[in-house]
């Protein structure tokens, strides 16, 4: 059964940049469309980025696009979330997940797996 593994987060301070890696365990990630979401305290979780099983097509939230890319590496089992230009109203936990839908679906993405998800926390 497939896990999802996120890892990267830390803290940076405003204007730095992180990479945040998933991996899985139980099946590999190339088969399956891949996102990323975030969830801040008290917020609603929010899309950020989706990516297809080929790498081919990609998708980010449009008030994301320029600083968030989404890649993958399917012979290394990885999918990545490079975050350039953080900034404090990034800070939140993010989830690598499964999609269940289109990348192209956006801003209607739907996800039916995810990970226990990483803690981002940009200071100001």
């Known amino acids: 059964q497939l896990q999802l593994v996120e890892s990267g987060g830390g803290v940076v301070q405003s204007g730095g940049s992180l990479r945040l890696s998933c991996t899985s365990s139980?099946?590999?990630?190339?088969?399956?469309?891949i996102g990323w979401f975030r969830q801040a305290p008290g917020k609603e979780r929010e899309g950020v980025s989706c990516?297809?099983?080929?790498?081919?097509?990609?998708n980010s939230a449009d008030a994301l696009k320029g600083r968030f890319t989404i890649s993958r590496d399917n012979d290394a089992n990885m999918v990545y979330l490079q975050m350039n230009s953080l900034q404090p109203e990034d800070t939140a936990i993010y989830y690598c997940?499964?999609?269940?839908?289109?990348?192209?679906?956006?801003?209607?993405?739907?996800?039916?797996?995810w990970g226990q998800g990483t803690q981002v926390i940009v200071s100001a």
């Open positions: 139980g099946s590999s990630l190339h088969s399956y469309k």
């Open positions: 997940a499964r999609m269940s839908g289109l990348c192209a679906s956006y801003p209607s993405w739907r996800y039916d797996k």
């Open positions: 990516i297809s099983s080929d790498g081919h097509t990609a």
